[in-house]
């Protein structure tokens, strides 16, 4: 029987346990891997464990023993498709792990805008409602979520998630088409009525071709500017420039990102520099409860199962 070589690129992006696979392999793993380790590490692979190292032709194409790239993750953005395809290199993912973990930071981040959380924390801290004159201090608006329209941009499992989140403390849910569409679909609203429309733009559509800079001064132009933009998915849908510019024109009312354009942002990022309360960055971690990231782990090993068993799953190509 053949023994498979598994090797696992990113070990320490998680905090879970990876059960072994219950077949005759080798298993190797880095707790970080370099760009110019790619290929020395995976010389001998049949299989690589990967998350967000971009794995693309000139690696690919040095690597003659590789069957199955088994992505800890759902997008796949980082992967040459392409070339993996046209020579019969399996990709599989990982999917719906985060189906609670993302909507609930999702919600943390939309509460804490509407609510002013941040600014009331940085009062407090200043010593502000010790020197106010009556029992509360109201010097920033807060409004409720309930009663107000979300916009989900991007209608998977975690845009229905989100979605259902919403509607049960009472918010009006808009699922927009999508931006250039010719036809709406039957219980979708255009992209364009869905930003006018809108208090709070969340989006969870995956970064491609046509969904680079999905959002850019247009947009934040044509949204209400009573309302806040949250993105959990990926910071290409949005020109950072400009949404620092609405912010601190008062185009909108505020944003929540937990995805940058870049990541670790190494360089440094626009959204970064800003000292604005209305402005919240976490860093990419909507995805990553303990509970998330042990149904990843599972849920990995049940891919790489199946496809040396015969009869894959979650195959991207």
């Avoid at 990709?91 to 509460?111: D, G, I």
């Avoid at 970064?207 to 949204?223: C, I």
């Avoid at 940058?260 to 309360?277: A, H, K, Y």
């Amino acid at each position: 029987m053949n023994r498979e070589r598994i090797v696992f690129l990113e070990r320490n992006t998680f905090d879970a346990d990876f059960r072994r696979p219950g077949f005759n392999h080798k298993w190797v793993e880095y707790g970080e891997t370099e760009r110019n380790q790619i290929v020395e590490r995976l010389r001998d692979a049949t299989i690589v464990i990967g998350n967000k190292l971009p794995l693309r032709e000139p690696d690919l194409s040095q690597l003659p023993k590789l069957k199955l790239i088994a992505v800890a993750a759902t997008g796949v953005d980082n992967i040459d498709l392409s070339y993996c395809k046209s020579r019969g290199i399996a990709v599989c993912n990982t999917r719906n792990y985060a189906k609670h973990s993302l909507p609930e930071h999702v919600l943390m981040l939309m509460l804490t805008l509407r609510r002013n959380l941040v600014a009331y924390i940085q009062d407090v801290r200043n010593s502000k409602w010790q020197q106010a004159k009556q029992f509360c201090l109201l010097n920033h608006t807060i409004n409720d979520l309930h009663g107000s329209k979300i916009g989900i941009i991007g209608y998977g499992s975690l845009g229905k998630a989100v979605a259902r989140l919403a509607g049960s403390i009472g918010m009006r849910v808009l699922v927009a088409e999508r931006k250039h569409a010719s036809i709406t679909r039957e219980g979708r609203t255009q992209f364009a009525e869905v930003l006018r429309l809108s208090d709070v733009l969340t989006l969870h559509c995956p970064l491609t071709e046509e969904s680079t800079n999905l959002f850019d001064v247009a947009e934040f132009q044509a949204m209400k500017r009573e309302a806040i933009l949250i993105n959990t998915a990926r910071g290409g849908l949005v020109r950072e420039e400009a949404l620092v510019e609405a912010l601190q024109a008062g185009v909108i009312a505020g944003a929540a990102f937990d995805v940058l354009s870049e990541e670790p942002p190494r360089q440094g990022n626009i959204l970064l520099d800003q000292n604005l309360p209305n402005l919240i960055v976490t860093p990419h971690v909507a995805w990553a409860s303990k509970e998330a990231m042990q149904a990843l782990a599972d849920q990995l090993i049940d891919n790489i199962e199946a496809f040396i068993g015969g009869q894959p799953k979650n195959l991207v190509v």
